[in-house]
């Protein structure tokens, strides 16, 4: 155990040197000071404190089929929570025959149909967001089938607990724009389209047709294969994506936007556009220098951890006013733009959408390494004194409440990195724990294989091995275990599982890139 206190010791004593710098960036105070975390989990704090899950015994229906495909066919505009149209489903049932389809949708909107391989069903039961029908003709085992289900309604919105605003709209003022807009983590899809929210049941693929008003824009996953015009001076936009995705990661933005395209140049001649739907073009003058950052962001993650998962589509960022960013695959929504934020956004797309956490349990893995990211960039893009910075405050917002307006601190050991309530919403996106203490644990795990080559062979490793799917941190371990070569369970058992951090006095010397340190006996930690 005291091997493993003092890594945090010498963490808060030396960090890492930057591998390359641009004088000309000077960081500003949000980048350093935890706007881009609190930003982040804010987003989603905003939505509700807690939601009532589904059923045991709807989840143990809905494990009987695995999703393989979804398609969004909708009206959405820019200045209205109404949605209306259809989501086909195609899945494969299990090692049983399949008699009746399960799946969640908010009783706030309305079913008017579904058909299932063509035949319609009766009535649905809905009990809250649960609903299930009876399939006219079961479905054999192991088989492909084919669900429509078509609906209309508005979401619902509110501060309720139970209500997750995960489909919103409003009037931007500094703009003069209207947008609306989706953001459906944790558990909140089923507000605007219907869906099974199982974590570990990645789509294989999607599409996402929008019909709206011109001159709305929609921004959505994957790739926009065409734009079709319709009557009523409408047009319906149509996205395509091929890789697998998270339930909560489908998205959509709708507005009047204006494009703005920059490109990230990866190895061996890859090309990855970064399409940025922008309010207009005030707001592209008052953001560009800060979008224009996106390009080197990717290419230095992608000499890090292995190439952006999603190159064969595109990166983006689609404007909408939820005051922080929320890393919808392949094209973040996004406030507005600071170095930290664009970066810690953008970092998801390796730790969260292409390997998914497979709880919330270990949201972590999400977002610990999202915030990282921050850390890598501002190494490898800004300043040794500004990553250095970034990670003494990560350190001091993990042992300290500290108040945004008297700057007064109060210490603050207790809580892990595990989140021990998946339902609380505030829990899992606990800014301290989830992003800075998680952050700190993944710097933890660099200085305890002091080796960077290894380090960054490891997240590489991970990103491969469970490329398209969710991982656990057992796997995680794993990985780094393979690299150590010898058992970390200790560490992970003391730094994820575990509460509180150590706190003494220490003698400690540096001379160059070395640093002694010595501890008197240790008094125990916090509980």
């Given at each position: 155990?005291?091997?493993?206190?003092?890594?945090?010791?010498?963490?808060?004593?030396?960090?890492?040197?930057?591998?390359?710098?641009?004088?000309?960036?000077?960081?500003?105070?949000?980048?350093?000071?935890?706007?881009?975390?609190?930003?982040?989990?804010?987003?989603?704090?905003?939505?509700?404190?807690?939601?009532?899950?589904?059923?045991?015994?709807?989840?143990?229906?809905?494990?009987?089929?695995?999703?393989?495909?979804?398609?969004?066919?909708?009206?959405?505009?820019?200045?209205?929570?109404?949605?209306?149209?259809?989501?086909?489903?195609?899945?494969?049932?299990?090692?049983?025959?399949?008699?009746?389809?399960?799946?969640?949708?908010?009783?706030?909107?309305?079913?008017?149909?579904?058909?299932?391989?063509?035949?319609?069903?009766?009535?649905?039961?809905?009990?809250?967001?649960?609903?299930?029908?009876?399939?006219?003709?079961?479905?054999?085992?192991?088989?492909?089938?084919?669900?429509?289900?078509?609906?209309?309604?508005?979401?619902?919105?509110?501060?309720?607990?139970?209500?997750?605003?995960?489909?919103?709209?409003?009037?931007?003022?500094?703009?003069?724009?209207?947008?609306?807009?989706?953001?459906?983590?944790?558990?909140?899809?089923?507000?605007?389209?219907?869906?099974?929210?199982?974590?570990?049941?990645?789509?294989?693929?999607?599409?996402?047709?929008?019909?709206?008003?011109?001159?709305?824009?929609?921004?959505?996953?994957?790739?926009?294969?065409?734009?079709?015009?319709?009557?009523?001076?409408?047009?319906?936009?149509?996205?395509?994506?091929?890789?697998?995705?998270?339930?909560?990661?489908?998205?959509?933005?709708?507005?009047?936007?204006?494009?703005?395209?920059?490109?990230?140049?990866?190895?061996?001649?890859?090309?990855?556009?970064?399409?940025?739907?922008?309010?207009?073009?005030?707001?592209?003058?008052?953001?560009?220098?800060?979008?224009?950052?996106?390009?080197?962001?990717?290419?230095?993650?992608?000499?890090?951890?292995?190439?952006?998962p999603f190159a064969s589509e595109k990166y983006g960022h689609s404007m909408a006013p939820i005051g922080g960013g929320m890393e919808h695959q392949t094209m973040t929504t996004q406030d507005g733009f600071n170095f930290t934020l664009t970066a810690h956004e953008l970092f998801h797309q390796w730790f969260g959408n292409n390997v998914t956490c497979a709880s919330w349990e270990d949201i972590w893995l999400n977002e610990g390494f999202a915030s990282y990211g921050e850390y890598l960039s501002l190494q490898a893009l800004a300043t040794p004194e500004a990553a250095r910075l970034w990670l003494d405050q990560a350190h001091e917002q993990v042992q300290f409440r500290i108040d945004r307006i008297t700057g007064n601190r109060t210490d603050t050991p207790g809580g892990s990195v595990r989140v021990p309530d998946t339902t609380s919403v505030g829990r899992i996106f606990d800014q301290r724990l989830s992003y800075k203490k998680g952050a700190a644990v993944v710097h933890m795990l660099r200085y305890l294989l002091h080796d960077d080559v290894k380090f960054f062979r490891a997240l590489r490793t991970f990103q491969t091995t469970y490329a398209g799917r969710t991982a656990r941190t057992t796997d995680l371990q794993r990985v780094f275990e393979a690299e150590a070569g010898r058992s970390l369970g200790g560490f992970f058992e003391q730094w994820y599982a575990g509460e509180g951090y150590p706190i003494f006095s220490v003698r400690w010397n540096q001379v160059g890139a070395i640093c002694c340190c010595k501890p008197p006996k240790l008094p125990p930690c916090p509980p």
């Open positions: 155990m005291t091997r493993f206190l003092l890594f945090w010791v010498c963490l808060l004593v030396m960090g890492h040197k930057a591998s390359a710098q641009r004088p000309a960036y000077r960081p500003v105070a949000a980048d350093l000071h935890g706007s881009a975390a609190r930003g982040c989990a804010e987003t989603r704090l905003r939505t509700s404190v807690r939601q009532e899950l589904t059923t045991p015994a709807h989840r143990r229906l809905m494990d009987r089929y695995d999703v393989k495909y979804y398609k969004l066919d909708l009206a959405l505009e820019n200045n209205t929570r109404a949605v209306a149209g259809s989501v086909r489903l195609r899945a494969r049932s299990g090692g049983q025959i399949l008699d009746v389809l399960a799946f969640e949708l908010h009783p706030a909107l309305l079913l008017d149909s579904v058909l299932v391989n063509g035949r319609r069903t009766p009535a649905p039961r809905r009990e809250a967001g649960d609903v299930s029908v009876t399939l006219p003709q079961a479905v054999a085992a192991n088989s492909l089938f084919d669900a429509v289900i078509y609906y209309h309604g508005t979401a619902p919105n509110g501060s309720s607990a139970a209500i997750g605003n995960a489909l919103d709209t409003r009037y931007v003022p500094r703009y003069d724009v209207n947008v609306t807009w989706s953001l459906s983590e944790p558990f909140h899809a089923y507000e605007w389209w219907p869906c099974k929210q199982v974590l570990t049941d990645k789509a294989d693929s999607t599409d996402v047709w929008i019909t709206t008003k011109n001159p709305n824009k929609v921004g959505s996953n994957g790739v926009l294969t065409r734009v079709v015009p319709l009557p009523d001076n409408r047009s319906r936009y149509e996205w395509k994506s091929r890789h697998p995705i998270a339930y909560y990661l489908v998205s959509v933005a709708v507005g009047p936007y204006l494009e703005y395209v920059n490109f990230a140049n990866l190895p061996g001649g890859v090309r990855v556009p970064i399409v940025n739907y922008v309010y207009n073009q005030t707001a592209l003058s008052d953001n560009k220098t800060e979008i224009d950052r996106t390009p080197a962001f990717m290419e230095n993650f992608s000499a890090l951890v292995g190439p952006y």
